[in-house]
């Protein structure tokens, strides 16, 4: 069954450090996002993408954060200068977004541990 | 704006027991509702979704869960639990296709021997 792959599992950061979280979302998909789960809360989406273009972004996504598909199958999420407040585990995920006007369901990749010390 | 609500952070409950997990959301607009489970390590699989039609809707793993559109609830049942259903639970909305999700709180499932 296809799924939503995530690279690094973990990742350890020095506050300051640029990241780059990847993802390879499921390859016939046409939406793609980014969520974050901070120890003990909520997750919270971060960011949508469909079209080569961000379609939808929350108040957690500032300037430090940018989005690419650099290629036909990879997602990436960057943080220019990482804040000890980025540690979360970060989610990808990616839909066929309509389908008849219907929403599809979003398919999670299992996460990024980011920690930034 | 949409919210979720899941009343109960954690529920403790025995092995082949019943179990209800309770989710209310508020919305302005039609909702899709969905519930997803994390297991130890894990990311987020769904178990079953509501976006339209009956109002009873079956999952994976035995899971159920209903929508009351009155009460604005989708709470998650399952008559009999395995200790293999020890996760976390999360109740989630949307309001269209390619929208975000908005998540609840989680609640955390302990089965016990």
């Known amino acids: 069954e296809p799924e939503v792959t995530q690279t690094p599992s973990h990742q350890v950061t020095q506050m300051g450090q640029e990241v780059i979280l990847r993802c390879v979302p499921i390859s016939n998909h046409l939406y793609f996002y980014w969520y974050r789960q901070i120890l003990g809360q909520k997750v919270e989406f971060l960011v949508s993408?469909?079209?080569?273009?961000?379609?939808?972004k929350s108040e957690i996504f500032d300037d430090q954060f940018s989005v690419e598909r650099p290629d036909g199958s990879n997602f990436t999420l960057k943080i220019r200068s990482t804040k000890l407040e980025d540690s979360a585990m970060y989610f990808c995920a990616s839909s066929d977004g309509l389908a008849g006007g219907v929403q599809e369901t979003q398919y999670f990749g299992p996460g990024t541990r980011l920690l930034v010390l | 704006a949409q919210s979720v609500t899941q009343l109960d952070s954690q529920v403790p409950v025995f092995e082949e027991a019943p179990v209800e997990l309770r989710c209310n959301y508020s919305s302005s607009v039609s909702v899709y509702l969905f519930w997803y489970v994390q297991y130890p390590n894990q990311g987020l699989q769904l178990l079953l979704k509501y976006l339209s039609g009956s109002t009873l809707v079956k999952g994976i793993n035995g899971f159920e869960a209903e929508f009351n559109k009155s009460q604005t609830s989708f709470h998650l049942r399952k008559p009999s639990v395995h200790i293999s259903d020890t996760a976390e639970y999360f109740c989630a909305v949307s309001g269209a296709a390619g929208n975000k999700l908005t998540f609840g709180g989680g609640t955390r499932v302990l089965v016990k021997p």
């Open positions: 993408f469909y079209n080569n273009e961000i379609s939808e």
